[in-house]
């Protein structure tokens, strides 16, 4: 309404503006009552004029405001794992770079114990599903501080900031037993119980790819001892090796 009345206003005021300058020109004498007829013809010229203007500014301003959350769409879409709301691989990478630089950390690699059973037994939604409760378990298991991402297929990330092992294995502990406590039906009505092996390591700036490595051999060595269980690079149990026939 106000950009309404502007756009009036405006027109008015540059009529009288007008037939004043007029009036002083010698030999023109613009009567009054014409002044009144310049106000009103500015009027009726000028309210649809503005009316229009102001629905098409309308218009572009609502145009920008759906372009600008298309963007900001597109954009948390990039960064975002579709399936479970976290941090996709390309983005954990990227940020635990970024934290890493700023000082060392501890990485957890978790991976779901027996998720292609799963998939078998009750079906790719039912596993969906696991992998959507997963990925909210872990994100509200951790602090806001720490990163989270679901780094492809049944895999997923944590990167804690904390100097302190003893942290980084509670963290990791506290993730297997929220993951382990979840129960999700299946299209039959079946609760579904789904268990996670953990693997962690020291992280630091520049050695994320040895650190992702080193988590990596952990969270197996754990899937070798029976599962469900946290296992720290490092303090992995030596397999006795076959002697030579």
Excluded at 58 to 80: F, I, K, M, P, Q
Excluded at 175 to 194: E, F, T
């Amino acid at each position: 309404m106000s950009r309404l009345l502007q756009g009036i206003g405006f027109s008015v005021v540059a009529t009288l503006v007008f037939m004043l300058a007029v009036n002083l020109v010698p030999g023109y004498d613009i009567p009054q009552r014409y002044f009144l007829v310049g106000i009103l013809c500015a009027i009726c010229v000028s309210t649809p004029v503005s009316l229009l203007y102001v629905r098409q500014e309308g218009r572009v301003r609502r145009l920008h405001e759906d372009l600008a959350s298309a963007y900001r769409h597109l954009e948390r879409s990039a960064r975002t794992d579709q399936m479970t709301g976290i941090a996709n691989r390309e983005t954990f990478i990227a940020r635990a770079n970024e934290k890493l630089a700023r000082g060392s950390g501890w990485l957890i690699l978790a991976d779901v114990d027996r998720f292609k059973a799963i998939n078998d037994l009750h079906g790719h939604a039912t596993g969906d599903r696991v992998l959507a409760a997963i990925g909210s378990a872990i994100r509200k298991c951790v602090r806001e501080s720490d990163l989270c991402g679901r780094l492809g297929g049944e895999e997923f990330g944590v990167l804690i900031e904390t100097d302190d092992p003893e942290a980084a294995l509670a963290t990791a502990e506290r993730l297997r037993l929220c993951i382990s406590a979840l129960g999700l039906p299946d299209n039959d009505g079946v609760l579904v119980h789904p268990t996670i092996s953990l693997g962690f390591t020291r992280a630091r700036a520049g050695e994320l790819a040895r650190a992702m490595h080193e988590a990596d051999e952990a969270m197996y060595e754990a899937k070798r001892s029976g599962r469900n269980r946290t296992v720290r690079h490092g303090f992995i149990r030596p397999r006795p090796r076959l002697k030579a026939v």
